[in-house]
């Protein structure tokens, strides 16, 4: 009966009709299936450069035009003459194309040859050198991952990929930076560089580290007192003093007690007594002694320079942060800094070693001229050396190192050095390692060409005569001690643009920039017989 029934039921005219109907729609879904793989076969045969990542992009970049009402087909075959030669260094087929704020072109291609890395141009105008972006050479073939971004894209790309040692490779493949080709030999160079080598007083008066016979040939400098003003000359200004902590002054009054005299011509710190430093950054007091900090003080100040005279309507203020003489510090660091020089004579030193005098005469009589630079961090000793870079005159790299300091940094002062922590965690050198490796070319008869090189020679503990010093070769209008400095030279002279990177300053665009201004001053005393 049951078997009966069912059989009934299949044999209904109903159940009959709904069967056929929906095997004819699975049917008919089957055949547009195959209809729409078809077609989207044969659309790939006649589009072979196009990719189904492309195809991706192309759809969302049509959807967002079609929200900005603006309305084109997806692929579109910019062929003209003209427009080819408006897209400069897009080769391939352009597949989608849109305006930039700036009116220019921004184009994607499916297939494109890598663009060119564009040549660095060493005799441009003021601003170029710190306008360009990082670039690389281009390689054989685009890696997949950039084959068929626009030029914007791949940048962005390689800024992300960027790494340590990647930027080396780029560092010592850096061009020179010249923009003076003198049409003479080194050694004429070398001649008309003889009138502004400094003397021996203007070494001892600018504060060269030299041998003084007062003190059996120890090493000892003279520093200025007007180094040490942060501000505007005050002729009221007390002198600055160094006190001794209430240890040190019991050991002072108990050698006084016992008959010895100190030597008031210079300052001798003594390794177990706490001194009061001067912070070069704020003006305040704070005891350390050779080896470690006995004020534990936050430091608050201005990293800017004072502006004294007024500027749109502005009266005094600081560079950094427009803030008005004494008014509370936009910058702060874990412990105050100094210099590690104290005003007037200081010494005798220990460490320091001197240039040696060449054995035999070279055969063309150049014993060689070279520029230098050197980048300093703050240690508990004061500043301490962390990179030197040597050119020559052409704008080659001779020497470049990182130093490691002898004491723990306290601030590497990175906004001006360009000195970060993982720069020193590899390959940096001891300093008297450096001073060998400069030894081996630099001899005492080398003309070393520097800015405020008195200081680059502290930081090397190196003592050298034969220097030429641009800080005195462009003298200030108001005359010694007075400086400008580097950069407003060679914005002045050369109409180029210096040190106005964000990551601090380059030593080796620093060195280039003394060469170059060395040059630019032979040339212009000589320029009726020396030919650019």
């Known amino acids: ?222 520093v200025n007192s007007s180094s040490f003003s942060k501000s505007r000359f005050d002729v009221n200004a007390r002198e600055f003093v160094p006190r001794l902590t209430s240890e040190s002054r019991d050991a002072s009054d108990s050698e006084e007690s016992s008959g010895s005299e100190p030597d008031a011509s210079f300052y001798v710190v003594n390794a177990n007594v706490g001194v009061e430093r001067l912070c070069a950054r704020c003006g305040r007091g704070f005891f350390t002694t050779d080896k470690e900090y006995l004020t534990q003080e936050r430091c608050v100040y201005h990293w800017g320079k004072l502006l004294t005279v007024p500027r749109g309507g502005v009266g005094a203020h600081y560079s950094c942060c427009n803030g008005k003489p004494g008014s509370l510090g936009c910058t702060t660091c874990k412990l105050h800094v100094w210099s590690g020089v104290l005003p007037g004579l200081n010494g005798p030193f220990e460490g320091y070693v001197k240039t040696r005098q060449r054995r035999s005469t070279p055969a063309d009589g150049n014993y060689g001229v070279y520029a230098l630079d050197c980048e300093m961090c703050y240690t508990v000793a004061g500043l301490e050396l962390t990179r030197v870079t040597v050119v020559a005159v052409d704008g080659k790299l001779v020497y470049d190192s990182f130093v490691k300091p002898v004491n723990e940094i306290i601030d590497y002062n990175t906004r001006f050095s360009g000195i970060t922590a993982k720069d020193l965690n590899h390959n940096a050198k001891k300093l008297r390692e450096v001073q060998n490796d400069l030894r081996g070319f630099i001899n005492a008869d080398t003309i070393l060409i520097g800015h405020g090189l008195e200081n680059d020679l502290r930081a090397l503990k190196l003592v050298h005569k034969t220097v030429v010093d641009t800080a005195l070769v462009f003298p200030h209008y108001h005359g010694f001690p007075y400086r400008r400095s580097l950069r407003q030279l060679v914005s002045s002279y050369l109409k180029k643009e210096v040190q106005c990177g964000s990551n601090g300053h380059d030593s080796y665009e620093d060195a280039c920039a003394c060469m170059e201004l060395v040059k630019y001053k032979i040339w212009k005393e000589n320029k009726d017989f020396i030919m650019m």
């Open 1 to 222: 009966m049951e078997k009966s029934s069912f059989a009934d039921f299949l044999t209904c005219p109903s159940v009959l009709s709904a069967v056929f109907v929906g095997g004819c729609v699975l049917l008919l879904a089957y055949i547009l299936k195959s209809f729409r793989n078809a077609s989207a076969e044969e659309k790939d045969q006649s589009e072979p450069g196009s990719s189904t990542v492309e195809r991706k992009k192309d759809s969302a970049v049509s959807k967002q035009k079609k929200k900005q009402n603006w309305t084109r087909s997806a692929d579109q075959a910019y062929a003209q003459p003209w427009l080819l030669k408006t897209l400069k260094n897009h080769t391939g087929q352009v597949h989608t194309i849109d305006f930039s704020s700036n009116g220019k072109y921004l184009a994607s291609c499916g297939e494109e040859e890598p663009d060119p890395d564009p040549d660095l141009d060493m005799n441009s105008s003021s601003g170029s050198e710190c306008n360009k972006e990082n670039s690389r050479p281009p390689s054989a073939d685009p890696s997949p991952r950039t084959k068929g971004l626009s030029r914007r894209q791949r940048k962005n790309r390689r800024r992300e990929d960027s790494s340590p040692d990647s930027k080396k490779k780029k560092e010592s493949k850096r061009e020179p930076l010249t923009q003076f080709k003198l049409s003479i030999s080194e050694r004429v160079f070398v001649a008309l560089l003889h009138p502004h080598m400094l003397t021996k007083e203007q070494l001892y008066v600018g504060g060269f580290p030299v041998q003084s016979p007062l003190h059996n040939n120890s090493v000892v400098f003279l």
